[in-house]
């Protein structure tokens, strides 16, 4: 446990939870398998508890665990041939964010949009617009270069800015 | 004129990102003031990240789901494998949800005037046809003081769901409710009601209420609802009699 306590450990990881769900959903587009995501990422983070630094932020190591699980599964199914149809992914606020209908059309949208992303730019655009992340917090819990995090955000947001200005119809 | 017409786009998104220090950010701030493309390129950046924060902030508001609760606790061996595309778990069944969403608002516990009753949708009913061909956003009234209106419809995991509104101006009365598509009919799933607000009899539209928006809002997201058909989808489903 390199010096933390056990129950310590488990306390910060039930705080975490929130944030880990939100994470988890930005990146699988529906609350079930955001949740399985984030139970089977509390579970390895318990099995490699020993892994953890103290001192060190925890939120990244676990964004990093929910995301190397996502993308394992990603490529299971890869090999099996299935795919990720933004269509196919129901999408849910839990009734939380929205209760307009218009409102819950835009939100839905931002989602929608969201998922049609590629994976690498789903993830820096989750860690930086979502998790207030900085650059180098999110190049470092996604093992690439910040230069990498800058283009994926800047490819993400030229495919999402014209959808959400479009539902938005905010600018003039 | 090349001098300072823009800023390059990953500067401004550093500073939309909160990325620069106090000392850029102002040289930023100072820019932007004179230069409105700028500035509407950084107001749609943040527009973005503040519709992304909603999108997905419903679990920040939610409790810790027991079975991550356990997990962390110690107490279940092992989380299930995730897979796509999105597998629904909807434990709660009628009663056990329709329990939970009586707490906010009235559940209509009998048949009403309005034909919104919890079961399946006799064809040949009035409603039945309503809800096969009735475009969203019409009204048409079902007498003197009842109008019913088509809210939306929603695609779920099983096959559509309309939002349903019945206003009935003579018992001062607002019902909701939430019909589903089911086998090869409808089934009224949810029957919400509340009392009218006062309104001039001159109003052909009433909103409703919070609450019951609300309370609808879960069973949706129970369903597995993603976002609404637009009229050509919705028309497209209307036409083919609601087969996907």
């Known amino acids: ?172 | 004129m090349m001098r300072e017409t823009t800023l390059d786009k990953a500067r401004l998104a550093a500073f939309a990102d909160g990325e620069l220090s106090p000392e850029e950010a102002a040289a930023v701030v100072m820019h932007l003031a004179d230069h409105p493309e700028d500035q509407a390129f950084v107001d749609d950046l943040m527009a973005a990240n503040a519709a992304l924060i909603r999108a997905f902030d419903a679990p920040m508001t939610a409790p810790v789901p027991p079975a991550i609760l356990a997990v962390i606790d110690g107490q279940q061996a092992r989380a299930k494998v995730v897979s796509f595309p999105g597998r629904r778990a909807f434990a709660l069944a009628g009663v056990a949800l329709a329990a939970s969403v009586a707490l906010a608002v009235v559940l209509v516990p009998g048949p009403r005037p309005s034909g919104l009753t919890v079961g399946p949708v006799a064809q040949g009913q009035v409603l039945h046809d309503l809800l096969q061909s009735l475009p969203s956003g019409q009204t048409v009234p079902l007498t003197a003081a009842q109008d019913l209106t088509i809210l939306a419809t929603l695609p779920t995991t099983a096959g559509h769901c309309r939002e349903v509104e019945v206003i009935d101006r003579a018992a001062g009365r607002l019902d909701m409710a939430l019909a589903c598509t089911a086998d090869a009919g409808w089934r009224v799933d949810v029957v919400l009601s509340e009392p009218l607000p006062d309104t001039p009899p001159d109003q052909a539209y009433v909103p409703a209420g919070g609450i019951e928006t609300e309370a609808l809002t879960l069973w949706l997201d129970r369903l597995g609802a993603g976002m609404a058909l637009d009229a050509a989808t919705e028309a497209g489903m209307i036409a083919r009699g609601w087969v996907r």
Not at chain 1, 9 to 33: C, E, H, I, Q, Y
């Open chain 1, 1 to 172: 446990m390199n010096g933390q306590r056990p129950d310590t450990f488990r306390r910060d990881l039930v705080a975490l939870v929130p944030k880990l769900r939100r994470f988890a959903l930005s990146l699988t587009g529906n609350m079930p398998d955001a949740d399985d995501l984030v139970q089977a990422a509390c579970e390895k983070a318990l099995r490699n508890v020993a892994q953890f630094v103290p001192g060190t932020r925890m939120d990244s190591w676990m964004y990093r665990i929910v995301q190397t699980l996502w993308l394992d599964d990603r490529r299971k199914l890869t090999r099996r041939g299935a795919s990720v149809d933004p269509d196919d992914v129901h999408l849910s606020d839990e009734g939380k964010a929205a209760s307009l209908p218009e409102d819950r059309m835009m939100l839905a949208q931002t989602r929608a949009a969201m998922l049609d992303l590629p994976r690498g730019q789903r993830e820096v655009l989750a860690l930086v617009a979502i998790e207030g992340l900085s650059y180098r917090e999110a190049a470092e819990t996604l093992d690439v270069p910040v230069g990498t995090v800058m283009s994926r955000l800047s490819r993400a947001r030229e495919a999402l800015l014209p959808k959400l200005v479009l539902s938005q119809g905010r600018r003039q």
